[in-house]
């Protein structure tokens, strides 16, 4: 608990609360600007998203892969990378979970764990790509992590359809039960929301965020390539081996969370014609976290919570869904020009020494 009241505090943690703040501030002007009360669609808003049990869970549901991209996207920037390649991790450790789930028939203390590991680690593989491109071509990890992003998305369809298609449908075959995150009795505690154990599994992972990068040689040596390649090179620092690293371990949390999509919600991976938007949307809440386990965290329930709980805006308030989407934007576009908050702050600053 103190550890998260000192991230409250930091600096930089309290431009992203300003950036929330502004963010939701002028979303309030716009929508009084449209007509309509902004009091009554956030009321509405956050009713939605936790006025019963049912959508406390589903709410948790959203947040869930958002926590895995977060800390994806994160991890990254953390080591000097800018990991835009969440997207296509995610898919990736999705497809072979599905794989894993339809093709093998194992206990479920078997199946579970073996699923997360195939999905972990094709995620990181996939990331490595770009890593690689990186280290060893100088290709900027930007333009390899889009590429693969798409790459992912009609590889994994094609796949799809070769191997593990239902029948007359644009989806997979439904995974076993015994790979399944879900289950009936957790389920059944949140009025029959689709709420699974992936949400343990990311806090988990957020606690191994920081452990490896806090609290570990190896760690040390990521951030240090990150801050200063050349001067960690000349210190004897791999810079190539640990560029690879990092993308390989900021796939990985992608990965999972695509795992965690299939087993935990859907049980099947679909056909799909464009991006889920877990993967882009993870770079928000990055950004809106500061890059640290626990700014991903919160980050992403902001997130969860704004986006499951535009519906409530909409059908409370009648205030269209596309504003969440505005407001979200806002919040991005002054947590990332955070020299305008920092200089509001010392306005405000300025102003109560001259009242004094």
């Given at each position: 608990m103190s550890k998260l009241i000192y991230w409250l505090f930091k600096e930089s943690s309290l431009v992203s609360l300003i950036a929330i703040g502004i963010g939701l501030l002028l979303g309030s002007l716009i929508m009084l600007a449209g007509g309509y009360n902004p009091l009554l669609a956030y009321g509405s808003l956050f009713g939605k998203a936790f006025g019963d049990v049912y959508n406390t869970g589903e709410t948790i549901r959203q947040i869930t892969p958002f926590i895995f991209t977060g800390l994806s996207v994160a991890f990254a920037f953390r080591t000097g990378l800018f990991n835009i390649g969440a997207e296509g991790q995610f898919i990736m450790g999705a497809l072979a979970a599905d794989f894993v789930g339809i093709s093998l028939h194992m206990p479920w203390y078997i199946h579970v764990p073996l699923a997360v590991v195939a999905g972990g680690l094709l995620g990181g593989l996939w990331g490595s790509i770009a890593g690689y491109l990186k280290a060893v071509r100088g290709v900027h990890e930007v333009i390899t992590t889009i590429m693969l992003n798409w790459i992912a998305l009609y590889l994994s369809n094609y796949l799809i359809k070769a191997w593990l298609l239902e029948p007359g449908q644009m989806r997979s075959k439904v995974v076993d039960k015994s790979a399944w995150l879900s289950s009936a009795g957790l389920s059944e505690l949140f009025g029959g929301s689709r709420i699974h154990y992936g949400i343990v599994l990311a806090l988990a992972l957020a606690a191994v965020f920081y452990v490896v990068l806090w609290k570990t040689k190896q760690?040390?040596?990521?951030r240090a390539v990150g801050l200063n390649p050349d001067a960690s090179e000349y210190a004897g620092i791999q810079v190539n081996r640990n560029v690879i690293k990092a993308m390989f371990i900021s796939g990985v949390f992608a990965g999972v969370g695509?795992?965690?999509?299939?087993?935990?919600?859907?049980?099947?991976?679909?056909?799909?014609?464009?991006?889920?938007?877990?993967?882009?949307?993870?770079?928000?809440?990055?950004?809106?976290?500061?890059?640290?386990?626990?700014?991903?965290?919160?980050?992403?329930?902001?997130?969860?919570?704004?986006?499951?709980?535009?519906?409530?805006?909409?059908?409370?308030?009648?205030?269209?869904?596309?504003?969440?989407?505005?407001?979200?934007?806002?919040?991005?576009?002054?947590?990332?020009?955070?020299?305008?908050?920092?200089?509001?702050?010392?306005?405000?600053a300025k102003n109560k020494k001259e009242v004094l």
């Open positions: 760690g040390f040596e990521l695509g795992v965690c999509e299939v087993l935990g919600v859907f049980h099947y991976q679909a056909v799909n014609t464009a991006f889920p938007g877990y993967g882009l949307m993870g770079i928000a809440v990055a950004l809106i976290g500061r890059n640290s386990p626990v700014g991903a965290i919160l980050g992403a329930v902001l997130i969860g919570v704004l986006t499951y709980g535009a519906s409530g805006m909409k059908f409370g308030a009648g205030v269209p869904e596309e504003l969440v989407s505005i407001m979200i934007a806002l919040i991005i576009f002054f947590v990332a020009a955070n020299q305008i908050v920092k200089q509001l702050l010392k306005l405000t």
